[in-house]
């Protein structure tokens, strides 16, 4: 069974930094995708970022230019660098892995994904 550990979440002041971090237990995605999603009170889980396994990233409009999905192989864990970080981004931010993403359409629907992690907090308030 698939599982997927997330790191990195805290409570942090706008402005800040925080990287997340999010690592498959046994399996790699060589066909899919590896995203993040994110999960405010009271809203809908949405798309933050993606990354396939060409490399190609993919952002969601409000965090472009802030974030940065990247990953290392090696170490078969992907990353999601969060800076200047603003209240709105307070969410339970939730890793998901894609055993097949077959057009870039997919990339940011959370049916496309089949694994998904606990998620992890992130607070940004003064």
């Known amino acids: 069974q698939v599982q997927l550990v997330e790191s990195g979440g805290g409570l942090v002041q706008p402005g800040d930094s925080l990287r997340l971090s999010c690592a498959p237990s046994g399996r790699t995605f060589s066909n899919g995708a590896m995203g993040w999603f994110r999960q405010a009170p009271g809203k809908e889980r949405e798309f933050v970022s993606a990354i396939r396994s060409s490399g190609t990233t993919y952002y969601e409009d409000s965090i472009k230019g802030r974030f940065t999905i990247s990953r290392d192989n090696a170490k078969n864990t992907v990353y999601l660098q969060m800076n200047s970080l603003e209240p709105d981004d307070t969410a339970v931010y939730y890793c998901?892995?894609?055993?097949?993403?077959?057009?870039?359409?997919?990339?940011?629907?959370?049916?496309?994904?089949?694994?998904w992690g606990q998620g992890t907090q992130v607070t940004v308030s003064s």
């Open positions: 998901a892995a894609a055993d097949t993403i077959r057009w870039s359409y997919q990339v940011d629907r959370k049916s496309a994904y089949n694994y």
